[in-house]
C-alpha cells in the first residue's frame, strides 16, 4: 500500500537526522559482485542486506538509483551477496569508492554461474535475480538463494558510519 509522503519542507526532519537515526541500527555489511557478458566483474559496498523468506529462500538489498551498476544488477540474471568478515572493512572502503579499480589486489574465486566470490568472506549468498521494486531514491532487489556458504569468522559491523566489529 502506497501512502501519500509529506513534503520535504513540511517533515520535522532533514535527511542529515534521518541518516543519524539511521546510524543507530548496527548492520553487517556486504559486497555484492556479479560478472559482465565482457568477463570482467563488478561490485559494490552495501549494508541496505536483509533477510525476506526461509522457503522459498530469498534475500533483499537496495540500490540508489545514481548508482553507476543500476544498469548492471538490473539486467544479470544472478549476482553473489558477500558478508564481510571483520578483517575486510579496506574492502567495504575500496568497493564504495569511484574511480578506482576494486578489484586490485583482491582474492576471488568462481560461483558454478561465474561469479565473482570474495575470499575470506564471512558468508555468501549466490543469488538469481527475481525481482526488483523501486521506491523513492533507491531500487530494491529481491534475490533467491540457489547457493550459499559460511565460515566462522566474526562479521565487519557498521554503526554511526563507523566501521567495527562484535564485542
Ligand atoms: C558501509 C557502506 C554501505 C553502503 N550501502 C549501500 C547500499 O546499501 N546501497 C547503495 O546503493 N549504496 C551503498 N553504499 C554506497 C555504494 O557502495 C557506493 O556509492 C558505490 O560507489 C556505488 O558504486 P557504483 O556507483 O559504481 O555502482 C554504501 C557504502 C558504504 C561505505
Avoid at 90 to 106: M, S, Y
Avoid at 110 to 126: D, H, N, V, Y
Avoid at 144 to 163: A, K, M, N, R, T
Wanted: glycine fraction near 8%; aromatic fraction near 10%; include cysteine.
Amino acid at each position: 500500500m502506497h501512502t501519500r509522503s509529506p513534503r520535504a519542507d513540511q517533515r520535522p526532519f532533514d535527511t542529515s537526522h534521518f541518516r543519524q537515526a539511521l546510524g543507530q541500527f548496527a548492520t553487517g555489511v556486504t559486497v555484492i559482485t556479479t560478472r559482465l557478458a565482457d568477463g570482467s566483474f563488478r561490485g559494490l559496498t552495501a549494508s541496505s542486506f536483509n533477510s525476506v523468506s526461509l522457503d522459498p529462500p530469498l534475500v533483499l538489498w537496495s540500490l540508489a538509483t545514481t548508482a553507476n551498476s543500476m544498469a548492471i544488477f538490473t539486467g544479470n540474471s544472478h549476482y553473489v551477496i558477500n558478508v564481510l568478515s571483520a578483517d575486510q572493512a579496506h574492502l567495504a572502503k575500496q568497493f564504495a569508492t569511484r574511480g578506482i579499480d576494486p578489484w586490485e589486489n583482491t582474492e576471488y574465486e568462481l560461483s558454478r554461474t561465474g561469479q565473482p566470490i570474495l575470499k575470506g568472506a564471512s558468508a555468501w549468498f549466490e543469488c538469481h535475480n527475481r525481482s526488483r521494486y523501486p521506491e523513492g531514491d533507491h531500487v530494491i532487489f529481491v534475490g533467491e538463494v540457489e547457493l550459499c556458504e559460511f565460515s566462522p569468522s566474526p562479521p565487519l559491523i557498521f554503526h554511526s558510519g563507523q566501521f567495527g566489529s562484535l564485542g
